[in-house]
């Protein structure tokens, strides 16, 4: 994959940069602004080489027309104090502002064009429709840089179609996510042990099964477990449950036990009468969940386990909370596990949205892991195997 140093001398050429600055807003508040500072070492870079720095990103999920309440206004001027410098703002992406900012700007300069959302051809399933659009996204600049992690794995102009227009290369960002993605699937350090928790099994059959043929180990918390444990022929209570995934997860054990897998279940749980933080909570050993219980932390005993099978592997992926973590009552088996991977010998990954935030929710510093994944979705995709089209377009021949 090309990256910007491929691209050549950028001084006082046009950069276009898409960058994933979907950030929380409470009314024009960034509620928190950790995807802009991602952002700018790739967009500084670029200024402080002379180039002429066009932003495109997105905000929310406006329906391909102007939505002021997803403009990307407060993006700008958060960006602005965190690079030090004014950047300009664009009030529409590829119209007449966008136009003449891109004209105006001057080596060293960055502008931010409003979101590229308010477009219908950004994310249109139509070719043509999004290739018209990434034209006159293309007219704005003379390189793309692709370095919006979490949209790598979308087929939309902004991240796909620009690039076949104009050399084209990975920003920092995204070339930091990929290779960690790389670590965990191509020759990872071993033991490697992948822990698995979260709400649903269906949301990670794709993982799961990628990943069962890489890992020595794999840990299963969470609330997905109960339907493990179904298949093993538990009584879970009123425990989270997918019936008709009881079948795929005995598959799981079985496949599990013919690769040679350590899959690891609880051996006890944290159960109470309620989903609710101020329920009674008591450990049950697993074959024992009452009926009138449901099961919303993994237990000690289980938590200890898995915290010392994670401190013992030279590689780790984690993706999925233990728990109810967001209930201080039913936290501590997350807390213990992400503990654990604070102290591993080797790489620890965080992946998944609630994942990150439970982690920083839980106190621990974004520096005490290898590595947090900035892109849910996409950091998931790639580690079931699938090829991203962001990616994939950057390995083109043109
Ligand atoms: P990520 O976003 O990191 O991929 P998920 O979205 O799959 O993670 O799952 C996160 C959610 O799973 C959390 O909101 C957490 O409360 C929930 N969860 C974890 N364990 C349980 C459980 N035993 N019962 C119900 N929900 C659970
Ligand atoms: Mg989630």
Redesign the pocket.
């Known amino acids: 994959m090309k990256t910007i140093d491929d691209l050549g001398d950028l001084s006082g050429k046009r950069v276009l940069v898409r960058s994933d600055l979907n950030v929380p807003l409470d009314g024009t508040t960034i509620t928190d602004d950790g995807r802009v500072r991602a952002s700018v070492p790739t967009i500084k870079r670029l200024a402080d080489q002379g180039a002429r720095v066009l932003v495109v990103a997105h905000l929310g999920r406006p329906q391909g027309e102007p939505d002021p309440q997803y403009s990307l206004a407060p993006v700008a001027a958060r960006l602005s104090e965190l690079l030090g410098s004014s950047v300009r703002f664009a009030s529409d992406t590829v119209g007449v502002d966008a136009r003449r900012t891109a004209d105006e700007l001057k080596d060293g300069e960055v502008a931010l064009l409003e979101n590229v959302r308010f477009n219908r051809g950004e994310t249109s399933k139509d070719d043509a429709e999004r290739g018209a659009f990434a034209d006159q996204l293309a007219a704005l600049a003379d390189v793309f840089v692709s370095d919006g992690f979490g949209v790598v794995h979308r087929k939309q102009a902004s991240v796909y179609d620009v690039a076949r227009r104009l050399p084209s290369a990975v920003g920092g960002l995204v070339q930091a996510e990929v290779e960690v993605l790389r670590r965990l699937t191509e020759d990872p350090q071993r033991p490697y042990a992948v822990v698995l ?4 099994v269906s ?2 059959l794709g993982v799961i099964d990628h990943l069962m043929t890489k890992a020595d180990t794999l840990l299963i918390g ?2 997905m ?2 339907t493990f444990l179904a298949a093993q022929g538990h009584g879970v209570g009123g ?2 449950l997918e019936e008709d995934q009881i079948d795929v997860a005995r598959g799981y054990l079985e496949r599990a036990a013919e690769l040679g897998v350590d899959l690891v279940l609880p051996t006890d749980v944290v159960v109470a009468p309620e989903f609710k933080a101020d329920a009674p909570a008591t450990v049950v050993g697993v074959e024992a969940i009452p009926d009138d219980q ?4 993994i237990g000690p005993e289980s938590a200890a386990r898995f915290a010392e099978i994670v401190r013992g592997a030279r590689t780790v992926f984690w ?8 209930m201080p009552a039913f936290a501590a088996g997350t807390k213990t596990v992400a503990e654990a991977l604070t102290q591993v010998d080797g790489l620890s990954v965080v ?6 935030a439970a982690v920083r929710q839980l106190g621990f510093a974004d520096d005490r892991f290898g590595h947090i994944s900035t892109g ?1 979705g996409a950091s998931l995709e790639y580690l079931e195997g699938k090829t991203l089209p962001g990616l994939a377009v950057l390995e083109e021949d043109r």
């Open positions: 928790g979260g709400s649903k949301d990670k969470g609330g477990v109960f425990s989270l449901m099961g919303l932390d993706n999925g909370p233990m728990g109810v973590f967001e992946g998944g949205g609630d994942s990150a849910g």
